[in-house]
């Protein structure tokens, strides 16, 4: 913290300070809006819609309508706001990011700016990063807007389109980013109006904003038709590279000439950085071999060198069970950032085939982009946007400048006692892998409930393998056992246990501490 921000505080201390009197008018009321009965408290978004038609703003509404969503909140779950998470929600309902740490109740801030947005009749979009979160939340949260008079809808893959039209026209609304991102691409190839599930993009809340919008902001949404029937030519190639030896560059090695003679005694080089993989001459000899050609690198052979192509990659670049898995003989993406598996997506440009090939399962047809948006468009075209995470002021900037979102960091409701220790950098893989487990078997002895995160399926695997042999017993939460995530990270603060798992579990779940197992 420089010298200035010691002086005259933080930009979030100055914002924080800004919307106190709100917080202080809200808590004011409580009292009075305490003493309502059920149907006088419900009655409240009656006459606040009423108001709202007489011309009265949402900002003047604001202190009664968080004081009734508190209310309402204590009555039907138990739960009270605290005064943080007022001033989170009045940051959301701003268009703002609240950058609130982990475990201070973002889920339950999200009511606050929900309920008062919808109160316009023209809906709001809580966007979740899984479905799982997307149908609790809008269970048990929902609750509150049920109470109060307002209808929640769920948007979540393999609904129908009638069930989605109706789910949209609802006032609150939750659901995943692909979900939202693949209905906005769907109704822009419908033929009739009518047809088109979703109403105006009018006020989205994104949990977990910046795995959303910075960490998969390019990601493109693809919707695909089927386009020429599967070539013979993935199996040809496949068995052609099968054949070849690779060479793997790591890291950006020096361009010399030494390497250059080095890499004509391999078949094809791989470069794991620039994601590329591509003949030598020693390989493009025995290409023109194998397929009977006299230059492969003529036009007329495009076909061949775009399949052989596709094969270096399939084999040299992507790997199983990092960037996908083989499941009921079906080759399944797994998502990079989330760990999760990807149902009904496909590697574009003949590179799905290609791994079909390589792994030996039925090989589909191929397919060409119908409709593509990336999340970086699409959630800026909403009328206004805010979100929240517990870490955002790493990426305030980059918030700043693609989607003119400023971050606001809000304090706990109670100091912070969590310990956060520096980074351990050990020379190797192994090595590091031997330091997890000695830490593991020293906090398993005492009975620590112990999460470990992995960045990826194989390395999940691989860490519990070692464990297996120490005789530690652990669960694995991965793409390949997403169906028991629940139920794994209900069980992960548990008396002695041990958990393992992608980063595609954890986010927005509560792990419950607990007894003995």
């Known amino acids: ?14 914002e924080v300070k800004r919307v106190m009197p709100l917080v202080e008018k809200i808590n004011s009321l409580e009292e009075g809006i305490s003493k309502l009965n059920d149907e006088e408290l419900r009655h409240k978004t009656v006459e606040f819609k009423e108001r709202l038609e007489k011309g009265e703003t949402l900002d003047d509404l604001l202190p ?15 739960l009270r706001h605290f005064d943080v998470q ?58 509150v807007y049920r109470f109060l008079g307002l209808t929640v809808g769920l948007v979540i893959s393999g609904m129908q389109p009638e069930d989605k039209k109706k789910a949209y026209a609802s006032d609150v609304i939750y659901g995943t980013n692909n979900e939202y991102g693949f209905d906005y691409l769907r109704d822009n190839m419908i033929i009739y109006k009518q047809q088109a599930v979703q109403r105006e993009l009018n006020f989205a809340i994104v949990d977990e904003i910046d795995s959303i919008l910075i960490d998969e902001a390019r990601t493109p949404l693809i919707i695909s038709g089927r386009a020429d029937k599967s070539s013979d030519l993935y199996k040809k190639a496949n068995d052609f590279v099968k054949r070849l030896t ?27 950085k620039a994601k590329s993989a591509s003949l030598t001459q020693k390989g493009i000899k025995k290409a023109e071999q194998y397929f ?29 069970d990092i ?55 699409f959630f800026r075209m909403y009328n206004k946007l805010s ?51 000695e830490d593991i078997k020293e906090s398993h002895a005492k009975g620590q409930p112990v999460l470990v995160g992995t960045i990826s399926i194989e390395k999940s695997e691989k860490l519990s393998n070692i464990l297996k042999k120490e005789g530690i ?45």
């Open 1 to 14: 913290m420089g010298i200035m921000s010691k002086i005259f505080g933080t930009y979030s201390e100055k």
């Open 64 to 78: 009664e309508a968080f004081a009734v969503v508190r209310e309402a909140s204590k009555r039907v779950l138990g």
């Open 86 to 143: 007022l001033i989170g929600g009045i940051i959301l309902h701003q268009g703002r990011i609240a950058e609130m740490k982990t475990g201070e109740g973002k889920t339950l801030v999200a009511t606050l700016p929900a309920y008062l947005n919808a109160l316009t009749g023209k809906g709001v979009h809580i966007i979740t990063v899984n479905d799982y979160l997307a149908k609790r939340d809008s269970e048990w949260m929902g609750k």
């Open 246 to 272: 690779p060479k793997i560059i790591v890291e950006e090695d020096v361009k010399d000439f030494e390497q250059a003679e080095d890499n004509e005694k391999y078949d094809y080089i791989v470069d794991l």
């Open 292 to 320: 009977n050609i006299a230059n492969f690198n003529d036009i007329d052979n495009s076909e061949i060198v775009h399949h052989v192509t596709q094969s270096l990659r399939a084999h040299g670049i992507m790997k199983k």
């Open 323 to 377: 960037d996908y898995i083989v499941k009921d003989g079906e080759v399944l993406i797994v998502d990079e950032f989330t760990g999760r598996i990807m149902y009904g997506r496909r590697y574009n440009n003949g590179l799905h085939q290609a791994i079909e090939a390589k792994e030996n399962v039925k090989i589909a047809d191929e397919s060409k982009t119908l409709a593509t948006i990336t999340f970086q468009n």
């Open 387 to 437: 979100g929240m995470t517990g870490t955002a002021m790493t990426e305030e900037e980059e918030f700043r400048e693609i989607y003119n979102l400023d971050v606001i960091s809000i304090p706990t409701n109670k100091p912070m006692i969590r310990i956060d220790q520096n980074d351990v950098i050990y020379k190797n893989e192994n090595a590091k892998f031997r330091a997890i487990v």
């Open 473 to 517: 017993k652990h669960e694995v939460l991965n793409a390949k056992f997403h169906e028991k995530e629940a139920e794994i990270i209900a069980q992960a603060g548990k008396f002695g246990a041990v958990t393992i798992a992608t980063n595609m579990a954890g986010r927005g779940t509560d792990i419950m501490l607990g007894r003995k197992l």
